[in-house]
């Protein structure tokens, strides 16, 4: 696994280019710049560059509409969510939606009407 001092530009884009097949770049922090909250979709293009596919794995971030989370998506495709975040999605609709365990909205329907 190799750092990278920026999160853009050329330094970062000779690296990306000298990664080994399955090697791991780390970014700099996307929060230096201002570009990452405003969305902005040319900062966003240049993200998704350096990249193949998008997994957002990050569950406490996955709302914001900023260019690393939602921006870059734009350009990258595949963009899935990843593991952890599909598995606190399916936790959190099984606490808020009653019909997530067991039965089907329609038999809940029936139960809910017949009271």
């Known amino acids: 696994m190799q750092k990278a001092e920026d999160?853009?530009?050329?330094?970062v884009e000779k690296l990306v280019d000298a990664l080994p097949i399955g090697g791991v770049l780390l970014?700099?922090?996307v929060r230096?710049?201002?570009e990452e909250e405003k969305n902005d979709p040319e900062?966003?293009?240049k993200l998704a560059s350096l990249a193949d596919l998008y997994v957002n794995d990050a569950f406490g971030t996955a709302h914001r509409a900023h260019a690393s989370t939602e921006g870059v998506t734009k350009f990258l495709?595949?963009?899935?969510?990843?593991?952890?975040?599909?598995k606190v999605i399916f936790l959190f609709l099984c606490l808020h939606v009653p019909f997530c365990n067991s039965g089907t909205m329609k038999d809940r329907n029936k139960e809910k009407n017949a009271t």
């Open 32 to 34: 230096f710049y201002k």
């Open 27 to 29: 970014l700099e922090n």
């Open 7 to 11: 999160v853009i530009g050329p330094e």
């Open 77 to 86: 495709k595949p963009s899935v969510a990843g593991f952890l975040l599909q």
């Open 43 to 45: 900062f966003a293009q």
